[in-house]
Nanobody, 124 residues
Framework: QFQLVESGGGLVQPGGSLRLSCTAS????????IGWFRQAPGKEREGISC????????DYADSVQGRFIISRDNAENTVYLQMNSLKPEDTAVYYC?????????????????WGQGTQVTVSS
């Protein structure tokens, strides 16, 4: 059975960094475009980054551009989201999503496979 699992969340001070991982069991991620999304309490799910199968396309939301870096290691079946210069407004549950497509989109309704999410809290 296909499963996506996020890890790496936690509590960090403003200005700090975290690296989230998205791993898969039951299928090879190298056949899937991957997106990262987040949802804060009372807010809609927001697309923040996505990466194509090859890694040649990497898109970012304006809110994280220049601070977050998405990457993938297909040999490890893992996609990463390096989050730097974290702000309190980055606090949310972070999800990864997969869709069998060469290219990615930051539209949550486009993805069919989702992880359960990992909490990121940015607070002093």
């Amino acid at each position: 059975q296909f499963q996506l699992v996020e890890s790496g969340g936690g509590l960090v001070q403003p200005g700090g960094s975290l690296r989230l991982s998205c791993t898969a069991s039951g299928l090879a991620l190298d056949r899937y475009a991957i997106g990262w999304f987040r949802q804060a309490p009372g807010k809609e799910r927001e697309g923040i980054s996505c990466i194509s199968i090859s890694g040649g396309q990497r898109d970012y939301a304006d809110s994280v551009q220049g601070r977050f870096i998405i990457s993938r290691d297909n040999a490890e079946n893992t996609v990463y989201l390096q989050m730097n210069s974290l702000k309190p407004e980055d606090t949310a549950v972070y999800y990864c999503a997969a869709e069998r497509s060469q290219y990615c989109q930051m539209v949550h309704s486009w993805y069919n496979y989702w992880g359960q999410g990992t909490q990121v809290t940015v607070s002093s």
